[in-house]
C-alpha cells in the first residue's frame, strides 16, 4: 500500500505563485509513477503533469506546461508542483496519485488539497 498527502494548497491572487507538495508513504520503492490531477467544480477531473520515480522524465498538459512544473525529491519521497502565472481558470481540488507501472492507471490517490486563484 501507499499512501499520499497533499499540502500547499490556498488562496492565491492572479498572476501570483504556489507550491504543492505530495508526501508518499507506505511501499514507495513500488512507485513507478507520479501524477498531479486537479478537479474543478462541475467539471471532469484533469492530467495536469505526471514524473517518473526512476530517471525523472516529465509530461505536461497543454493547460499548464510552460507556467507549472513538477519535480520530484526521491530521498524524501516527495513530488511537487510548482505553479507560477496562475490563473482564476486554475481554480480546483488538485491532487497527486502514484502509478506502479507505465501502462497509465494511477492505483494510489491522495485526499486532496484546494488550490483558489482570485481575479
Known amino acids: 500500500q501507499v499512501q499520499l498527502v497533499e499540502s500547499g494548497g490556498g488562496l492565491v491572487p492572479a498572476g501570483g505563485s504556489l507550491r504543492l507538495s505530495c508526501a508518499a508513504s507506505?511501499?514507495?520503492?513500488?512507485?513507478?509513477?507520479m501524477g498531479w490531477f486537479r478537479q474543478a467544480p462541475g467539471k471532469a477531473r484533469e492530467f495536469l503533469s505526471r514524473?517518473?520515480?526512476?530517471?525523472?522524465?516529465?509530461v505536461y498538459a497543454d493547460s499548464v506546461r510552460g507556467r507549472f512544473t513538477i519535480s520530484g525529491d526521491n530521498a524524501k519521497n516527495t513530488v511537487y508542483l510548482q505553479m507560477d502565472s496562475l490563473k482564476p481558470e486554475d481554480t480546483a481540488v488538485y491532487y497527486c496519485?502514484?502509478?506502479?507501472?507505465?501502462?497509465?492507471?494511477?492505483?494510489?490517490w491522495g485526499q486532496g488539497t484546494q488550490v483558489t486563484v482570485s481575479s
Open positions: 496519485a502514484a502509478s506502479l507501472s507505465s501502462i497509465g492507471t494511477y492505483q494510489y
Open positions: 514524473i517518473d520515480s526512476n530517471g525523472g522524465a516529465t
Open positions: 507506505g511501499r514507495t520503492f513500488t512507485i513507478y509513477r
